[in-house]
C-alpha cells in the first residue's frame, strides 16, 4: 500500500519521499544545532578573552592609580618632613640668639656668685 503524502512545496509524495524529507530536515536540524553549539563556544570564547582584557586593563589602571595616589602621599610626607626641618632650625636658631644675648647676664651672675663666696 503506496501512500501519498502532501510535501511542504505542496507537491505530493509517495511514503519513501516523505520519510527522506524527514531525514533531511533532521540532518539539517542536527546541521544547524552543530553550528549554533560551535558559534556559543566561540562567542564565550570571545566574551573569555574580552573578560582578561578588561580585567588586565583594570589592574593596570588600580595599579597606575595606586602608585600616583603613593606618590602624592610621599610628596605630602616630604614637604611636611621639610616644613618640620625648617620649623626646628628656626626654633633651635631662636635658642641660640636668646642664649647668646643671656650669656653676658649669666657668665656676670656666676662671677658674682663666685666672688662673694670667695669674699666672704
Not at 618632613?81 to 628656626?90: F, G, M, N, S, Y
Not at 647668646?100 to 670667695?118: I, M, N, Y
Amino acid at each position: 500500500m503506496d501512500e501519498t503524502y502532501l510535501r511542504t512545496d505542496g507537491v505530493a509524495a509517495s511514503g519513501e519521499d516523505a520519510l527522506q524529507q524527514v531525514l533531511l530536515l533532521e540532518r539539517n536540524a542536527r546541521d544547524t544545532l552543530r553550528e549554533a553549539q560551535e558559534e556559543a563556544q566561540r562567542i564565550v570564547g570571545e566574551a573569555r578573552d574580552q573578560v582578561h582584557k578588561v580585567r588586565a586593563s583594570a589592574e593596570e589602571r588600580l595599579l597606575a592609580e595606586t602608585q600616583a595616589l603613593a606618590a602624592a602621599a610621599q610628596a605630602e610626607i616630604d614637604s611636611q618632613t621639610r616644613t618640620i626641618r625648617d620649623e626646628a632650625a628656626q626654633e633651635a636658631a631662636a635658642w641660640v640668639q636668646r642664649a647668646s644675648r643671656h650669656q653676658d647676664e649669666a657668665l656676670e651672675f656666676v662671677l658674682d656668685v663666685v666672688t662673694l663666696r670667695r669674699g666672704a
